[in-house]
């Protein structure tokens, strides 16, 4: 992995180029016996500074590579070594890419006795003195003075409600696709208030699968309120009939 130099100075490209077992003497030094390997590469940084590459042969990092930085104050300077670091390669293992902790949480996480506070800046909360477009919000908000601190914004009653379609108590689920009927048909339908009452509401059938969940008005199961049942005999029973034809008549003396 030879990279030409675009150095200005012949004698100080040739100078920098040249330094490579002064480069690898200052690898070794910081490496474990044979841990530096063979000369793959120049990276120039400027004019007076480039980065010799060797292969790194440590345990644990493979396709990293020895990154040994030299420079030089011009012609008739001598090169001196700069840095010394292990740099991934484009074949290197890596670690994944690093998350804040705030967004590695996830649905189910959360324990008995954690605690996860919401951002200042969290989109899907809006200061309760705001417009919350959600006029029962706003009626309550008025009567009892300015009620909660925050409240759902928008954008955070959206991304609730698709969250809740998509997921297993929404119409594509597999116990909805199979039902007889929908939650909005049911008597154990409880409709939620605000914004989100015309798609979604509460279950409150206790054989149902989603019992106290939030389910979309289109879901649906096998214990809705409205199915009937034909109700027979699972053994079946021959038809009774009387036969007397083959009955003898026999006179009755007096």
Do not use: K
Not at 102 to 111: M, N, Q
Not at 127 to 154: F, N, T
Not at 156 to 165: T, V
Not at 180 to 206: I, K, M, W
């Amino acid at each position: 992995m030879t990279l030409l130099l675009t150095l200005d100075d012949g004698a100080t490209r040739e100078a920098l180029l040249g330094a490579v077992e002064i480069a690898r003497a200052a690898a070794m030094e910081d490496a474990e016996p044979g841990q530096v390997g063979d000369h793959v590469g120049v990276v120039p940084e400027d004019a007076v500074t480039v980065s010799h590459l060797f292969e790194a042969r440590v345990p644990g990092y493979r396709g990293w590579c020895w990154s040994v930085t030299v420079a030089t104050a011009g012609r008739d300077h001598p090169v001196t070594v700069s840095e010394v670091v292990l740099l991934p390669g484009p074949d290197a293992v890596v670690a994944p890419r690093w998350v804040p902790w705030e967004r590695r949480v996830r649905a189910g996480d959360l324990g008995v006795g954690d605690i996860f506070p919401a951002e200042e800046d969290d989109l899907r909360l809006a200061p309760a003195y705001l417009m919350s477009d959600d006029p029962q919000v706003e009626e309550a908000a008025h009567e009892v003075g300015l009620g909660r601190q925050r409240v759902m914004s928008r954008y955070g009653r959206l991304d609730a409600a698709a969250r809740w379609r998509a997921g297993e108590y929404g119409p594509r689920s597999d116990m909805a696709r199979a039902a007889p009927d929908v939650c909005g048909t049911c008597g154990f339908y409880l409709q939620l208030a605000g914004s989100l009452r015309a798609a979604f509401g509460v279950c409150g059938n206790e054989i149902a699968p989603a019992d106290g969940h939030v389910v979309h008005v289109e879901y649906g199961c096998g214990a809705h309120s409205e199915i009937e049942v034909e109700v027979s005999s699972s053994v079946p029973v021959a038809e009774l009939v009387y036969d007397d034809s083959l009955l003898d008549m026999v006179p009755i003396e007096g």
